[in-house]
């Protein structure tokens, strides 16, 4: 483990160091800012046709439905025009679902907080993500 006095130490002597890792930081959560994290597993070998669009429900269907895969995750980007979860919609498109089930929805609220850094104090901003359980649907 890196002692805090070695650390403050090479910030003084490399401030370049620090300015560099702060910006390294900021990249890699802009990149995971625009991911998708639903780890989608299919359920069966056969292959049905791509879908045109995709209703997203929160009850058990009432008519006969295939489950073609299990899913679970966040959505880490943002979604054009308001649309939730549009990363997993696009999957279960291409997968063949007609419905996403989501039986199971997570919220997890982090706070903001400020933290000093080189002497300047910097905002961390509260977030919240939503992580959600289910199964596309093949009616």
């Not at 805090?4 to 370049?16: D, I, M, N």
């Not at 802009?30 to 045109?52: I, M």
């Not at 980007?77 to 419905?99: H, M, T, V, Y």
């Not at 080189?118 to 596309?136: F, K």
Request: charged share 20%; proline share 6%; aromatic share 10%.
């Amino acid at each position: 483990m890196v002692s805090h006095a070695f650390l403050e130490r090479t910030v003084r002597s490399f401030p370049g160091v620090a300015a560099l890792t702060l910006l390294l930081l900021v990249f890699v959560l802009t990149l995971s800012a625009c991911a998708s994290s639903f780890s989608v597993t299919p359920t069966e070998t056969k292959r049905w046709p791509k879908t045109d669009s995709v209703e997203v429900i929160q009850k058990k269907p009432l008519r006969p439905y295939t489950t073609i895969a299990t899913f679970v995750g966040s959505e880490k980007r943002k979604c054009p025009d308001g649309e939730a979860f549009c990363s997993l919609i696009q999957q279960a498109k291409k997968l063949g679902a007609n419905a996403i089930w989501i039986k199971e929805q997570n919220t997890q609220e982090y706070p903001g907080d400020w933290v000093d850094y080189q002497g300047r104090m910097i905002r961390i901003y509260p977030y919240t993500t939503t992580t959600i359980v289910g199964e596309l649907i093949r009616y």
